[in-house]
């Protein structure tokens, strides 16, 4: 039997979402207008602080660590099981990125590691939610407070995340988020900064807008005329546009809805693969609501690949998330050698993710769980 291909991750798009964006195709802002603000409103009430929309997941992480103040110089801490971007943005800024370990089962960085780890070179610790599962906040954010570092939290995966009763978005000094089509929502690219701290929020919404300065206040080049913008700080442009922003807005509406049948997946997998002994499910940490971006399944006897090889022939797109980071030649050509981070290392070698995104119907989560299932016990 034929099957259709069947996605580790894929958006939701209905007709309201369309309409959204033809309604703004037809208006006068295409970009820096009030789909703009509203959007960012709307993302505020679910990441708890105030948030600046920007183009991508990657140009969050850029902005995020320029407001943070990262250069020549400085370093980054953060974890190797995470997409190269949050490694890639710092070095693009001139620091030196330093890989410490993660946690064995939930793969986000462990605090024991990142401690070992920041020098008093570190200008930001940046813990990154693996699968959707919140890391330890308030542990790394003490850290980095401690070492006069900032707390940085890729939150890529878990927008709609709640560690201890609270979003995040309001946990770390700087949050950045990515609305790529497979995360949990989209925006088609996509990203956004959150910060509970006015002046860096301030930092990235300027950075995003080449560094110009507009309020005459704040200007230091005395009275040019009415037109007058200046820049103090270069930066780029990374504004999301009105036509993204518009979807953005009706994709939020769906978020609770998206959230609830990520959860029931993940449940039905989990009380599936309990009793196959080859197989280790998520866990989920006291204190933990995830919003479930992956499905993050290790296979324990060796065989991920032969899995792997297994479903992609039924065309269960399965993936890999990730190869850590330092493994990539550009890192390797830096010095950076393999055994650094051996949790981070056996955790690649097991995992792989299984589809999981809202639009999947109880058939399409039944296959998946049978084909992974006669994988382990064939007959
Ligand atoms: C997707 C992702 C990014 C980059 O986001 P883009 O929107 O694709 O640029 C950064 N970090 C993590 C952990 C991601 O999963």
Redesign the pocket.
């Known amino acids: 039997m034929v099957h259709d291909p069947l996605p580790y991750g894929h958006q939701s798009v209905d007709d309201d979402d369309i309409l959204a964006v033809v309604d703004v195709l037809r208006s006068d802002w295409l970009t820096t207008g009030p789909a703009v603000e509203r959007f960012e409103r709307s993302l505020s009430g679910w990441t708890g602080a105030p948030t600046v929309a920007v183009t991508?997941?990657?140009?969050a992480?850029h902005t995020a660590y320029a407001a943070a103040g990262v250069g020549k110089g400085s370093e980054v801490v953060t974890s190797p099981m995470?997409?190269v971007?949050?490694a890639a943005t710092a070095s693009m800024l001139g620091a030196d990125v330093v890989f410490a370990d993660v946690e064995p089962d939930t793969a986000n960085l462990d605090v024991g590691a990142a401690e070992a780890a920041a020098t008093s070179r570190a200008a930001a610790i940046t813990g990154?939610d693996y699968a959707g599962h919140p890391v330890e906040a308030d542990a790394l954010r003490k850290l980095a407070h401690a070492r006069d570092a900032l707390f940085v939290q890729?939150a890529?995966?878990s927008v709609g995340s709640r560690w201890k009763g609270r979003p995040v978005g309001s946990l770390a000094d700087l949050t950045t988020f990515?609305?790529?089509p497979t995360?949990n929502f989209t925006t088609a690219?996509?990203?956004a900064v959150a910060s509970t701290n006015p002046a860096l929020l301030d930092r990235a919404r300027q950075f995003r807008n080449h560094g110009l300065v507009r309020d005459p206040s704040a200007q230091r080049m005395g009275d040019e005329g009415g037109w007058h913008q200046e820049v103090h700080e270069v930066g780029l442009n990374y504004r999301l546009p009105d036509v993204l922003c518009a979807l953005g807005v009706t994709q939020l509406r769906k978020l609770d809805r998206f959230k609830q049948r990520r959860d029931q997946i993940v449940a039905a997998y989990n009380s599936a693969f309990a009793s196959l002994h080859e197989v280790a499910t998520p866990p989920c940490r006291e204190g933990a609501d995830p919003m479930w971006h992956l499905y993050p399944l290790r296979v324990l006897d060796g065989r991920r690949r032969q899995l792997y090889d297994a479903l992609r022939a039924t065309r269960i797109l399965v993936q890999v998330h990730y190869l850590p980071v330092y493994w990539h030649p550009a890192y390797a050509d830096l010095g950076y050698r393999r055994g650094m981070c051996p949790n981070a290392e056996e955790f690649y070698a097991q995992q792989l993710s299984l589809p999981l995104f809202p639009a999947m119907g109880d058939g399409d989560v039944d296959r998946v769980i049978d084909a992974v299932s006669r994988f382990f016990q064939p007959g």
Do not use: N, P, Q, W
């Open positions: 991508s997941g990657t140009a992480l995470t997409f971007a949050t990154v890729d890529a995966h990515s609305f790529y995360k690219e996509g990203g």
